[in-house]
């Protein structure tokens, strides 16, 4: 059962969108993170001429969060100018889980208002983790 998206989060999100830098895919995405602390970041995907060089919104998401200082990611949440439901790319569902708290999960929301959520161990079944402490 997903829960309703906050509709303030939910506004956020469709206002960062136009911040999105996307002049090659033309796909606008925001993506909201929060953190252990409760505190919510928001990022964009920011494209670039050399292709492999952009950053997904949920890259930038945690970025902001990591910045902020959080250790631990609850839930992810993400929407687009695309119409439906989207989900991380491969290498976001890795870095969510390198944060990713127990019962964190990805909370998709379209522009219709409509959500879907999987937990981050059904979208990255086997995900990879160092061995402790793996960390600096
Ligand atoms: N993208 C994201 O930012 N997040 C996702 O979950 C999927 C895809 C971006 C990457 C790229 O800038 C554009 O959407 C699709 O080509």
Do not use: K
Not at 26 to 49: L, T
Not at 67 to 74: A, F, K
């Amino acid at each position: 059962m997903t829960a309703p998206v906050p509709p303030p989060l939910a506004a956020e999100l469709r206002r960062l969108q136009a911040n999105s830098h996307a002049p090659y895919s033309g796909c606008r995405v925001s993506a909201a993170v929060e953190g252990g602390s409760g505190e919510i970041h928001y990022g964009v995907n920011v494209e670039n001429a050399a292709y492999p060089q952009g950053a997904c919104a949920e890259t930038s998401a945690i970025g902001a969060a990591v910045t902020h200082g959080e250790t631990s990611i609850r839930r992810v949440w993400v929407a687009s100018s695309l119409p439906g439901f989207i989900w991380p790319c491969g290498g976001c569902r890795q870095r969510i889980w390198e944060f990713a708290a127990p019962g964190c999960e990805v909370v998709s929301v379209a522009a219709d208002g409509a959500v879907e959520s999987r937990a981050i161990e059904d979208l990255l079944p086997l995900g990879f983790r160092l061995p402790a402490p793996g960390r600096a």
